[in-house]
């Protein structure tokens, strides 16, 4: 920026996010510039922002003691200034890349600090598939904007030490050395404040010592500690390496592993069968086996759908109680209680009868709005040695599971659509993974399963199956099914899907093979 | 209250020769006890509750110097207080959120102003225009016009916010008529410094009390003295205070060495006027500019000698006045006319017409002015050219990273009580179709953000039922209106329950009752459990409800969905006419936290049983739907990378700063959704017989669990 001025004022901004002690760290800042005499001035924009949204906090520090400016006053401004910024502090990734958009990020002259964290947004969190912001473009652009990047997973930093995460921040901006206050005048304003200044000291003094080459990197090791894998003797390991190009292995191998447990090894064989047929049909269409391992990976989970008798399953597996006791930190002499929230209804009920009583009592349901919407609220106590024994005895009915009346409706629906993989193969890969992906459609409990089901079942009927058979245009193919897909999980209401259908029908009608 | 000022409090004990550090708005209640001020009053809400908050914590200052503090019960309430300045020689202050506290207050305001004032009378607005603001985008401005009272816009430093709360006073005693202080929200919160003065103890207070009533009919607000009150402002109120503001230097005159072109600031954005010169290399640090400013710090009534005397000469002036109506510029511009100057006055053609003047938003406007009217004598092209490349290249990294960044809407904290009642609403709109809400102004408001989206309209504070009244009986099914307990207290009872009462409203009013104002931080209300200074009170909305004749109402625990469910379905459906109330009962959890907080961390201290209760999700069971966050979208229930390789959708996860409410549960059974939730009960300081019970049941489990000596099927 053109400026005459050699000395001018320091300005710094923090961005934080509602309730993560952006205040508490910007009052730290201003008492540490107290501390060295300095003329500071901080503002904020809390108001409802406090709640959960983005808090801004800016601080001007001039480098010259009040002592020895006489009478004079620096005239400091309460806005961050586009290009003006010297050290920007996001307290997490997202909001470091709302400085730089916003400008208060520039090349001349900003040092960036950012934790690398995620906090999700709302509608990061509500989307009904994956609709996480993808940080790649954003750390590109942060290298390039900034004089300096201090980025680091700082949050992780904090947990492991049991620090707050606001306290490791102030250290780093003491650490990175551009601020014209001693290291006891930051130290100072945190003892001044009076509140956890033992454990905030701490956390100062890390942050102030953070390498952030080094210990990034020994942190990423330490975070990406793999789930641990004692049961990593692969069954069926032969047939999958013979049967299967490499690009399957890992995921077959996972979707091996997962079905061993969910039904025992007969069911993997029809799983292995299934697949075979698919990569036969693969290779025959020239295919590298692309196709082959997603249908796997959806095969499997499809193969492993959310029964009765899967949740107590899952509900009283070895190993539950203490992952429990790590994430709820219970301490070592802590006893716990576990309460789960179950609400079986009719359906479960019809999941696991025989085929034929299921079928007449889900026939039965179906035409009685009450009883559809029966279900028997339960919070079983699965910590106690009557509650664990029932959810046991529940999921002990995995050896009548092949008989009831779901595993029948779903191996129909999985048929169905391993035929349309099918000959989808024979028109393109690019169509045919598009069906393959159609399945993850189909997930979750109750209501949610329900709408889920029927979303694929009109895509199936309205574009699928018109485009298998010829009567939609094959060059719109692929897309058609995926603008489909992306609207049913866009919105829980079902009427974007309803328009992308309608759109496609339109199609159908107009098309000259018809 | 959101914050405890007791330390500060001891700042306002200060006196000469000490420096005050601290908030802008604790400057300015130092600034009050500095002025002699008799009595002070408001309604909370931002950015100027912290007012309240620190006279609250203040009495016993108070009390030594004889201040009287009322917690007024709205706006209206605090304006008629200052009614005690019309015939005594006293000093009172009132404060309250602008635009909307003075729309509220309005009725008092003209009436006071017609009335005129014999003591100062001071009105601190917290003008919450722009960024991040909830309400509506208006200028008190107007309200200063129309009603005749003196409007000051200080520059945001704490010596100059300080002086105009004195000079305010004087101002106020020297016309007869009451003073605006006008702070926007970063001055509000603006941390700095100025010298202190000693407090003042006011001539007439609680411990020297006025001995004598006066009865001044001029007065009075009734013909024919209204009409000579009209005249009085023309003729003589409004030229004593142009003649005081002129005389004692309220507005500042800065001038640099070009001639040619000047600028005319409110004085409140005047630090960000200097930032946007120093960026083009026209003005230092301490507020030495090339180009001669006049500071407006009082923007109402103008002083039209200096405007014209600022004027005269130059060929261009900007002029830099935030919101519209620019009443500013058309002002100026008409002096000029009258005294026939032709000075060019620029504003809004660089500046926007609305909105807030950020460092943005001033840069671009004093480029565009510079651009356009800079004499040749100042060299400012490559300064411009700077500023062009700068922008571009923002605007290009703006491009790169993409305009999907995920955008933060404030929403319910963790636990909050009002969640798990739109939740409620949600599920019952399933059932029964869509309904129209009636939203109201509080934290329920964030219930039109998402993930709820509900609330079809909203019209102003504890105004949730008045606004059905035109809709339910137009309305294929009852109107939901939503109101909550500071809403209540503030109008709503009278101008929604009695109204909707007298004329035979058969709608449903949901009224939110989490025992404080807290979207403003946690003031106290008449229906809180105990009052400030610890008594309990006895007022209650249902007491209130029955004697209105309410027949059908329900209490019930915000918390209990199905409940809340049952009790709403009941409400839209039953034959029965009349108002029907739902009183949604469930304490602010901020407030409740903070309390509970110290007495579990004491009980622990002492080593006595505690549990504490934590919810969780059972990844393995988790879909990745997030039907449970649509339906809470409560912040510690957040999502995480799924650990299944299978899956590649993230899971749902409850993290650390779950407050163990339920909600979550509460709404995965209510909804039927999945059963992946699970409540831990943590036992502290567990007694022998939990230990005991604890190692049987560890020890069977694992006995039972699969894998073990037990062995699977």
């Given at each position: 920026?053109?400026?005459?001025?050699?000395?001018?004022?320091?300005?710094?901004?923090v961005s934080a996010i509602g309730g993560e002690g952006g205040g508490v760290?910007s009052s730290?800042?201003v008492?540490?510039?107290?501390?060295?005499?300095?003329?500071?001035q901080s503002t904020s924009i809390p108001g409802v922002a406090q709640r959960t949204g983005a808090t801004i906090y800016y601080i001007?520090?001039?480098?010259?003691?009040?002592?020895?400016?006489?009478?004079?006053?620096?005239?400091?401004a309460l806005y961050p200034?586009?290009?003006?910024?010297?050290?920007?502090?996001?307290?997490?990734?997202?909001?470091?890349?709302?400085?730089?958009?916003?400008?208060?990020?520039?090349?001349?002259?900003?040092?960036?600090?950012?934790?690398?964290?995620?906090?999700?947004?709302i509608?990061?969190?509500?989307?009904?598939?994956?609709?996480?912001?993808?940080?790649?473009?954003?750390?590109?652009?942060?290298?390039?904007?900034?004089?300096?990047?201090?980025?680091?997973?700082?949050?992780?930093?904090?947990?492991?030490?049991?620090?707050?995460?606001?306290?490791?921040?102030?250290?780093?901006?003491?650490?990175?050395?551009?601020?014209?206050?001693?290291?006891?005048?930051?130290?100072?304003?945190?003892?001044?404040?009076?509140?956890?200044?033992?454990?905030?000291?701490?956390?100062?003094?890390?942050?102030?010592?953070?390498?952030?080459?080094?210990?990034?990197?020994?942190?990423?090791?330490?975070?990406?500690?793999?789930?641990?894998?004692?049961?990593?003797?692969?069954?069926?390991?032969?047939?999958?390496?013979?049967?299967?190009?490499?690009?399957?292995?890992?995921?077959?191998?996972?979707?091996?592993?997962?079905?061993?447990?969910?039904?025992?090894?007969?069911?993997?064989?029809?799983?292995?069968?299934?697949?075979?047929?698919?990569?036969?049909?693969?290779?025959?269409?020239?295919?590298?086996?692309?196709?082959?391992?997603?249908?796997?990976?959806?095969?499997?989970?499809?193969?492993?759908?959310?029964?009765?008798?899967?949740?107590?399953?899952?509900?009283?597996?070895?190993?539950?109680?203490?992952?429990?006791?790590?994430?709820?930190?219970?301490?070592?002499?802590?006893?716990?209680?576990?309460?789960?929230?179950?609400?079986?209804?009719?359906?479960?009920?019809?999941?696991?009868?025989?085929?034929?009583?299921?079928?007449?009592?889900?026939?039965?349901?179906?035409?009685?709005?009450?009883?559809?919407?029966?279900?028997?609220?339960?919070?079983?106590?699965?910590?106690?040695?009557?509650?664990?024994?029932?959810?046991?005895?529940?999921?002990?009915?995995?050896?009548?599971?092949?008989?009831?009346?779901?595993?029948?409706?779903?191996?129909?629906?999985?048929?169905?659509?391993?035929?349309?993989?099918?000959?989808?193969?024979?028109?393109?890969?690019?169509?045919?993974?598009?069906?393959?992906?159609?399945?993850?459609?189909?997930?979750?409990?109750?209501?949610?399963?329900?709408?889920?089901?029927?979303?694929?079942?009109?895509?199936?009927?309205?574009?699928?199956?018109?485009?298998?058979?010829?009567?939609?245009?094959?060059?719109?193919?692929?897309?058609?099914?995926?603008?489909?897909?992306?609207?049913?999980?866009?919105?829980?209401?079902?009427?974007?899907?309803?328009?992308?259908?309608?759109?496609?029908?339109?199609?159908?009608?107009?098309?000259?093979?018809? | 209250m959101e914050r405890s000022f007791k330390k500060e409090v001891?700042t306002l004990?200060?006196?000469?020769?000490?420096?005050f550090h601290g908030e802008g708005i604790l400057a300015v209640t130092k600034a009050l006890l500095q002025s002699?001020v008799s009595y002070v009053g408001g309604y909370q809400g931002a950015p100027i509750s912290h007012l309240m908050d620190v006279l609250s914590d203040a009495e016993p200052l108070l009390?030594?110097l004889?201040v009287h503090f009322e917690v007024c019960a709205n706006e209206a309430s605090a304006a008629a207080m200052l009614a005690a300045s019309v015939?005594?020689?006293i000093r009172g202050a009132v404060t309250w959120k602008s635009v909307v506290g003075t729309n509220v207050a309005a009725d008092g305001l003209s009436n006071l102003a017609s009335?005129?004032v014999?003591g100062g009378a001071l009105i601190v607005v917290g003008e919450d225009y722009g960024e991040g603001s909830s309400i509506i985008q208006e200028r008190t401005h107007a309200y200063a016009m129309k009603s005749s009272m003196c409007l000051l816009d200080p520059r945001p430093d704490l010596?100059t916010i300080t002086r105009l709360v004195e000079e305010g006073f004087?101002l106020s005693?020297?016309?007869?008529m009451p003073s605006i202080l006008e702070l926007r929200i970063r001055a509000c919160h603006v941390y700095g410094?100025f010298?202190?003065?000693?407090?003042?103890?006011?001539?007439?207070?609680?411990?020297?009390?006025?001995?004598?009533?006066?009865?001044?009919?001029?007065?009075?607000?009734?013909?024919?003295?209204?009409?000579?009150?009209?005249?009085?402002?023309?003729?003589?109120?409004?030229?004593?205070?142009?003649?005081?503001?002129?005389?004692?230097?309220?507005?500042?005159?800065?001038?640099?060495?070009?001639?040619?072109?000047?600028?005319?600031?409110q004085g409140g954005i005047y630090n960000t006027?200097?930032?946007?010169?120093?960026?083009?290399?026209?003005?230092?640090?301490?507020?030495?500019?090339?180009?001669?400013?006049?500071?407006l710090n009082v923007t109402y009534?103008?002083?039209?000698?200096?405007?014209?005397?600022?004027?005269?000469?130059?060929?261009?002036?900007?002029?830099?006045e935030e919101g519209q109506p620019?009443f500013l510029?058309?002002?100026?511009?008409?002096?000029?006319?009258?005294?026939?100057?032709?000075?060019?006055?620029?504003?809004?053609?660089?500046?926007?017409?609305a909105g807030e003047y950020t460092?943005?938003v001033?840069?671009?406007?004093?480029?565009?002015?510079?651009?356009?009217?800079?004499?040749?004598?100042?060299?400012?092209?490559?300064?411009?050219?700077?500023?062009?490349?700068?922008?571009?290249?923002?605007?290009?990294?703006?491009?790169?990273?993409?305009?999907?960044?995920?955008s933060r809407t404030p929403s319910f904290c963790t636990g909050c009580p009002e969640r798990?009642i739109f939740?409620?609403?949600?599920?019952?709109?399933?059932?029964?179709?869509?309904?129209?809400i009636s939203a109201d102004i509080g934290c329920h408001t964030f219930a039109a953000l998402p993930?709820f989206n509900v609330g079809n309209t909203v019209m102003g504070y504890g105004l949730g039922l008045a606004s059905s009244a035109?809709?339910?009986?137009?309305?294929?099914?009852?109107?939901i209106s939503i109101m909550g307990d500071g809403g209540f207290w503030h109008n709503g009872m009278s101008s929604g329950v009695a109204a909707a009462?007298?004329?035979?409203?058969?709608?449903?009013l949901l009224v939110i009752k989490n025992g404080y104002t807290s979207a403003t931080g946690w003031q106290l209300l008449p229906s809180s459990l105990r009052d400030r200074h610890g008594n309990?009170r006895?007022m209650s909305i249902?007491?209130v409800l029955?004697?209105?004749?309410?027949?059908?109402?329900?209490?019930?625990?915000s918390?209990?969905?199905?409940?809340?469910?049952?009790?709403?379905?009941?409400?839209?459906?039953?034959?029965?006419?009349?108002?029907?109330?739902?009183i949604a009962d469930g304490e602010c959890q901020l407030a409740r936290q903070r309390r509970?907080?110290?007495?579990?961390?004491?009980?622990?201290?002492?080593?006595?049983?505690?549990?504490?209760?934590?919810?969780?999700?059972?990844?393995?069971?988790?879909?990745?739907?997030?039907?449970?966050?649509?339906?809470?979208g409560?912040p510690?229930?957040?999502?995480?990378?799924?650990?299944?390789?299978?899956?590649?959708?993230?899971?749902?996860?409850?993290?650390?700063?779950?407050?163990?409410?339920?909600?979550?549960?509460?709404?995965?059974?209510?909804?039927?959704?999945?059963?992946?939730?699970?409540?831990?009960?943590?036992?502290?300081?567990?007694?022998?017989?939990?230990?005991?019970?604890?190692?049987?049941?560890?020890?069977?489990?694992?006995?039972?669990?699969?894998?073990?000596?037990?062995?699977?099927?």
């Amino acid at each position: 920026m053109h400026n005459p001025e050699v000395v001018r004022p320091i300005t710094i901004q923090v961005s934080a996010i509602g309730g993560e002690g952006g205040g508490v760290l910007s009052s730290w800042i201003v008492n540490a510039a107290k501390n060295a005499g300095l003329p500071v001035q901080s503002t904020s924009i809390p108001g409802v922002a406090q709640r959960t949204g983005a808090t801004i906090y800016y601080i001007e520090i001039y480098p010259v003691s009040i002592g020895s400016l006489g009478n004079k006053r620096p005239v400091m401004a309460l806005y961050p200034g586009v290009g003006d910024i010297d050290i920007m502090v996001a307290s997490e990734i997202i909001e470091a890349g709302r400085a730089i958009s916003n400008g208060f990020v520039t090349p001349d002259r900003t040092h960036l600090i950012a934790s690398t964290h995620r906090v999700y947004a709302i509608g990061e969190r509500s989307d009904m598939g994956d609709g996480r912001y993808d940080l790649k473009r954003l750390n590109d652009v942060a290298a390039s904007r900034a004089k300096k990047t201090y980025f680091g997973d700082l949050r992780e930093v904090a947990r492991q030490n049991g620090v707050s995460l606001n306290a490791v921040l102030f250290g780093v901006l003491a650490g990175i050395g551009h601020l014209p206050m001693k290291l006891q005048d930051f130290r100072g304003a945190i003892e001044v404040s009076g509140i956890a200044v033992e454990s905030n000291l701490k956390g100062f003094d890390i942050g102030y010592d953070f390498n952030f080459i080094e210990d990034r990197k020994a942190l990423v090791h330490r975070v990406i500690e793999e789930e641990d894998r004692q049961n990593s003797q692969v069954a069926f390991g032969t047939r999958i390496r013979e049967d299967f190009p490499k690009i399957c292995h890992e995921i077959l191998t996972e979707g091996v592993r997962r079905l061993i447990n969910y039904q025992g090894h007969a069911y993997v064989e029809v799983y292995l069968d299934r697949l075979s047929s698919i990569i036969k049909k693969e290779r025959k269409v020239g295919g590298d086996g692309k196709v082959t391992a997603e249908t796997g990976r959806q095969l499997a989970l499809r193969m492993t759908y959310e029964d009765v008798i899967r949740v107590a399953q899952l509900k009283t597996m070895p190993g539950r109680l203490e992952r429990i006791r790590r994430e709820v930190k219970a301490g070592e002499s802590e006893p716990i209680i576990v309460v789960d929230y179950l609400k079986p209804g009719i359906e479960e009920l019809c999941s696991i009868l025989p085929a034929t009583f299921g079928g007449y009592l889900a026939n039965w349901a179906e035409r009685r709005v009450w009883a559809k919407r029966s279900n028997f609220g339960i919070r079983l106590k699965s910590t106690t040695i009557l509650g664990y024994l029932l959810l046991r005895a529940l999921a002990g009915l995995r050896r009548w599971r092949c008989g009831t009346y779901r595993y029948l409706e779903e191996q129909k629906l999985i048929v169905n659509w391993l035929k349309d993989v099918d000959t989808a193969l024979s028109m393109s890969g690019e169509v045919a993974i598009e069906v393959v992906e159609c399945a993850s459609l189909i997930k979750g409990y109750g209501d949610t399963y329900q709408r889920g089901l029927e979303n694929y079942n009109s895509i199936r009927e309205k574009i699928i199956m018109p485009l298998l058979s010829g009567r939609l245009p094959a060059e719109n193919g692929g897309d058609a099914i995926a603008n489909a897909r992306a609207a049913a999980l866009g919105d829980s209401e079902g009427t974007r899907l309803d328009l992308v259908l309608q759109e496609i029908s339109n199609l159908v009608a107009h098309s000259p093979s018809e | 209250m959101e914050r405890s000022f007791k330390k500060e409090v001891e700042t306002l004990r200060i006196g000469e020769g000490d420096k005050f550090h601290g908030e802008g708005i604790l400057a300015v209640t130092k600034a009050l006890l500095q002025s002699g001020v008799s009595y002070v009053g408001g309604y909370q809400g931002a950015p100027i509750s912290h007012l309240m908050d620190v006279l609250s914590d203040a009495e016993p200052l108070l009390e030594e110097l004889g201040v009287h503090f009322e917690v007024c019960a709205n706006e209206a309430s605090a304006a008629a207080m200052l009614a005690a300045s019309v015939n005594y020689p006293i000093r009172g202050a009132v404060t309250w959120k602008s635009v909307v506290g003075t729309n509220v207050a309005a009725d008092g305001l003209s009436n006071l102003a017609s009335a005129g004032v014999k003591g100062g009378a001071l009105i601190v607005v917290g003008e919450d225009y722009g960024e991040g603001s909830s309400i509506i985008q208006e200028r008190t401005h107007a309200y200063a016009m129309k009603s005749s009272m003196c409007l000051l816009d200080p520059r945001p430093d704490l010596p100059t916010i300080t002086r105009l709360v004195e000079e305010g006073f004087k101002l106020s005693e020297a016309s007869n008529m009451p003073s605006i202080l006008e702070l926007r929200i970063r001055a509000c919160h603006v941390y700095g410094y100025f010298d202190a003065k000693d407090n003042v103890q006011p001539i007439y207070s609680g411990k020297n009390k006025i001995s004598e009533a006066e009865f001044d009919f001029s007065r009075v607000c009734l013909p024919p003295a209204t009409y000579s009150q009209e005249k009085h402002k023309i003729e003589h109120r409004i030229p004593e205070a142009i003649r005081y503001i002129s005389e004692n230097n309220l507005n500042e005159r800065l001038d640099g060495e070009v001639t040619k072109i000047g600028i005319i600031v409110q004085g409140g954005i005047y630090n960000t006027l200097l930032r946007a010169l120093r960026q083009h290399g026209l003005a230092d640090s301490f507020g030495s500019s090339q180009i001669s400013i006049l500071v407006l710090n009082v923007t109402y009534p103008l002083v039209s000698d200096e405007i014209s005397e600022f004027c005269v000469g130059k060929d261009a002036v900007l002029v830099v006045e935030e919101g519209q109506p620019d009443f500013l510029e058309q002002a100026i511009n008409a002096i000029l006319r009258k005294q026939d100057l032709n000075t060019e006055i620029v504003g809004k053609e660089v500046f926007p017409m609305a909105g807030e003047y950020t460092s943005e938003v001033m840069l671009r406007g004093v480029h565009g002015f510079l651009k356009e009217y800079s004499p040749p004598e100042l060299d400012v092209v490559e300064a411009l050219n700077e500023i062009d490349r700068l922008f571009a290249e923002r605007d290009e990294a703006r491009d790169n990273i993409g305009d999907n960044l995920p955008s933060r809407t404030p929403s319910f904290c963790t636990g909050c009580p009002e969640r798990p009642i739109f939740s409620a609403l949600k599920i019952m709109e399933k059932e029964l179709g869509s309904a129209h809400i009636s939203a109201d102004i509080g934290c329920h408001t964030f219930a039109a953000l998402p993930p709820f989206n509900v609330g079809n309209t909203v019209m102003g504070y504890g105004l949730g039922l008045a606004s059905s009244a035109g809709l339910n009986p137009n309305f294929h099914k009852r109107v939901i209106s939503i109101m909550g307990d500071g809403g209540f207290w503030h109008n709503g009872m009278s101008s929604g329950v009695a109204a909707a009462q007298a004329n035979g409203n058969d709608g449903v009013l949901l009224v939110i009752k989490n025992g404080y104002t807290s979207a403003t931080g946690w003031q106290l209300l008449p229906s809180s459990l105990r009052d400030r200074h610890g008594n309990k009170r006895e007022m209650s909305i249902e007491k209130v409800l029955k004697s209105f004749g309410i027949s059908w109402l329900k209490t019930v625990r915000s918390y209990s969905i199905a409940r809340m469910v049952k009790a709403l379905r009941k409400a839209m459906t039953t034959p029965e006419g009349g108002l029907k109330v739902i009183i949604a009962d469930g304490e602010c959890q901020l407030a409740r936290q903070r309390r509970v907080r110290t007495q579990v961390a004491e009980r622990i201290a002492q080593g006595r049983r505690d549990i504490r209760t934590r919810f969780g999700v059972d990844e393995d069971l988790c879909t990745g739907d997030h039907s449970c966050i649509r339906l809470s979208g409560c912040p510690s229930l957040t999502i995480k990378p799924s650990s299944d390789p299978l899956r590649t959708d993230p899971v749902a996860h409850v993290d650390n700063d779950c407050v163990g409410c339920g909600t979550c549960g509460e709404v995965s059974h209510a909804a039927v959704l999945c059963p992946s939730f699970f409540e831990a009960r943590i036992i502290r300081n567990a007694n022998i017989f939990d230990r005991l019970l604890w190692k049987i049941r560890r020890k069977v489990i694992a006995f039972l669990a699969p894998g073990s000596a037990m062995a699977d099927s």
